[in-house]
């Protein structure tokens, strides 16, 4: 028996190579899929001949090849890649967000083996089974929920040619009509499974974590989450002491000590918690890991234990900061203690993502507000991520079930999927088409909230977290009603952009555009009079006027690694994207106060700060000494090191003998160069020469690049 697992086209939803080459979507991309891994090593223990076909690796290829400006559809790409295996059944994992496009990689993979089975399991073809055998009839079979176990079933049936009645948890057709089994049994003790067959991919060779399943199932029931079908409420962990030998595992084969513990509701059980947190500490591997949890299901005690023990990250869905919405959708957290464990999470030294949920039917404005009181709660801690989600109707949930004939479909619709800049025209047919198959596209309509407010709502607070977050929580601060600053700005968008509507407006909010705009809109509105909001945007300024100063120029010769002595011939000069500017306040003092919701006044004065490019990707802003400052301006490409020895220095060094001024600027540049603000160039000629007898090496020939003469702090990530 063969068979064909294909993994979920996750990245596809990103259609152009701006978006594609962002680390957070790569990451996401290359994460391996646990599902598929986990099907994988049943299979290994098994007389089965399968194989693993990741489609997201083959979509980035598929990109990197130009294929997004072909007209070559991925579908085809995809099947054709899927077909070169030779399978009795092509079983395709499904989530919500790209199910529209595996329903057509198995269409056309259908049409090139039509005497297969294409086989469709995970979260979304299990709430829809029906519907998506009913609409494609190219689909033949849908193996609901968990499938370790009916899986192995399933090819013995296949192979025997002895029908599907006895498969637990298949849906199919027989003689034309619709069957559906009963549901396979859950997998009461998770420690029996095999570990996911990571070695069967290459999605660990250079990954930095890995995700480790650590339960299954909510004892909750929320009435917009699907995790309760398809699991079916039964809540199971995993023991702490296998879930640290699968670390141990990973960590011996690739080095990695970081992991994301996959699981919704891992702090349910407290006992387990605390379990599993000691048996961490006692290994003193010292891992770090992330996990899911309830505000409700933590307090200061465990979360320091968690901390202690490696928690580095915890997810909370709060979802809203509204009692009467949490009653609503049978939630019931008290927002009140929501915003406490965010702060006392920061506190302990925890991340958090703070996951909330707009457009509820019968949301309003004052739930809203609550709503953005919570978010504004998480932009203050550095340490948290706010999320804004639109509502989407996943299938068979009971806000689903209690509103599916009342949906809407919009060019931007829900944020569950199609988060790029373009939809594809072939799937939004299909979600045109099939609502019943693709309810999650869609929208519910909101008695008394627009659509439109809501989806820029949640785009305007994406990119000021992105890039504007202490900004936006110093104007909070000043109005104490944000959603009314929004409010207000929309006015002000609509006026000025009239024609911007649906995934345009999206990418204008992704635009250096969009910032020039709203600077222009404080500096007439009483929010841009507050003190803070004032001393950012002079902030913003200042670094938007220093990257466009110079373009650096182009340097001929080699680098000079740190720790080479330097010689006077020596070219100095800033990195590209390193700027420096100077503020009349001090930036870090003026974040302190807005973290602490002190309204006290902060400290005006001359600072220095160097905005410096990171390894990563990011920005970071260095708060630096005013020497430090002359010696980076004057690193501009431009000079020699002795040229520069002979310009005037700051009054407070020029004070000072010749040769002292002379070793504080080479500490100073050596400095600079062990921070990586700067690069140091030498020509091909000084390169060759005699160090002994070159007359241009610096006195201080003991001055390296390793020298330390000032502290500097990081402020911020921009």
């Not at 499904?94 to 005497?115: G, V, W």
């Amino acid at each position: 028996m063969d068979i064909c697992l294909v993994t979920a086209p996750t990245a596809a939803e990103f259609r152009e190579s701006a978006e594609l080459s962002s680390e957070s979507v790569r990451r996401v991309a290359l994460d391996p899929q646990l599902g598929i891994l986990s099907l994988a090593a049943v299979l290994e223990t098994l007389d089965v001949t399968f194989k693993i076909v990741n489609l997201n690796r083959a979509y980035l290829e598929y990109a990197e090849q130009d294929g997004l400006s072909s007209s070559s559809d991925f579908a085809e790409v995809a099947a054709s890649l899927i077909g070169l295996n030779d399978a009795r059944i092509y079983g395709f994992a499904s989530i919500c967000s790209s199910y529209p496009l595996t329903i057509r990689i198995a269409e056309r993979l259908k049409s090139m083996r039509p005497n297969s089975l294409t086989l469709l399991g995970g979260p979304q073809a299990s709430v829809v089974d029906i519907e998506t055998l009913t609409a494609f009839p190219f689909v033949d079979l849908v193996l609901r929920g968990e499938a370790e176990y009916s899986l192995p079933i399933l090819l013995e049936h296949v192979a025997s040619g002895v029908g599907f009645d006895g498969v637990p948890g298949l849906s199919y057709r027989r003689q034309g009509r619709l069957q559906r089994n009963s549901n396979a049994p859950i997998i009461q003790n998770l420690d029996e499974l095999p570990s996911p067959a990571y070695h069967l991919t290459n999605d660990l060779s250079d990954a930095k974590r890995a995700a480790l399943e650590l339960g299954r199932g909510c004892p909750f029931a929320c009435t917009f989450c699907s995790t309760n079908d398809f699991f079916r409420r039964k809540f199971r962990l995993r023991s702490p002491a296998r879930v640290l030998a699968d670390m141990q595992a990973l960590s011996a084969k690739y080095a990695i000590t970081d992991f994301e513990l996959v699981h919704d509701m891992f702090t349910v059980d407290r006992q387990r918690v605390i379990q599993f947190c000691e048996a961490m500490i006692a290994s003193g591997d010292g891992f770090t890991w992330s996990c899911s949890a309830r505000t409700d299901c933590v307090d200061e005690e465990i979360l320091e234990l968690m901390a202690r023990s490696g928690c580095r990250g915890v997810f909370f869905g709060v979802e809203s900061g509204s009692k009467k919405i949490q009653r609503i959708i049978d939630k019931d957290l008290d927002p009140g203690r929501a915003r406490e464990m965010i702060d006392v999470a920061e506190r302990v030294g925890i991340d958090t993502t703070v996951s909330l949920i707009t457009g509820f039917p019968e949301e309003t404005v004052d739930d809203l507000r609550e709503t953005m009181r919570v978010f504004m709660c998480s932009a203050r801690c550095p340490g948290s991520s706010p999320q804004l989600n639109l509502l989407a109707p996943l299938a068979a949930t009971p806000i689903h079930s209690q509103h599916k004939d009342e949906l809407v479909l919009e060019e931007l619709c829900s944020d569950v999927s199609h988060q790029g800049r373009r939809q594809d025209a072939s799937d939004l047919k299909l979600i045109r088409e099939h609502s019943e198959v693709f309810p999650n596209f869609y929208l519910i309509p909101c008695i008394h909230l627009n659509h439109g407010f809501l989806l820029e709502l949640r785009e305007f607070l994406l990119a000021g977290d992105s890039g504007l977050r202490w900004l936006f929580v110093a104007i909070d601060q000043d109005t104490s009603q944000f959603l009314d600053f929004f409010s207000d700005w929309r006015k002000h968008r609509l006026g000025l952009r009239s024609t911007l509507d649906g995934l345009e407006l999206r990418h204008y909010y992704r635009t250096d555009e969009f910032c020039m705009d709203l600077f222009s809109f404080l500096r007439i509105h009483r929010a841009g009079k507050d003190a803070a909001v004032e001393a950012l945007l002079e902030c913003e300024d200042a670094l938007r006027k220093a990257r466009v100063e110079m373009t650096p120029p182009r340097l001929d010769g080699a680098r000079i690694s740190i720790g080479e002595t330097l010689r006077s011939s020596d070219v100095p000069m800033r990195k590209r994207g390193t700027t420096v500017i100077e503020l009349d306040c001090n930036i870090q003092e003026l974040i302190n106060t807005l973290k602490r919701r002190d309204e006290s006044a902060w400290m005006r004065g001359q600072h220095f700060y160097v905005n410096h490019a990171t390894s990563t990707g990011t920005t970071r802003l260095i708060q630096i000494s005013d020497w430090m400052a002359w010696a980076l301006k004057v690193c501009d490409g431009n000079y020699t090191i002795q040229e520069i020895l002979e310009r005037r220095f700051p009054n407070s060094i020029s004070s000072m003998p010749e040769d002292l001024q002379e070793f504080i600027y080479l500490r100073l540049i050596a400095k600079a160069h062990a921070e990586g603000f700067i690069e140091i160039y030498r020509t091909a000629s000084e390169a060759a020469a005699n160090q002994e007898g070159d007359p241009t090496i610096c006195k201080y020939r003991e001055i390296r690049a390793d020298a330390s003469l000032q502290n500097h702090r990081s402020i911020h990530a921009q």
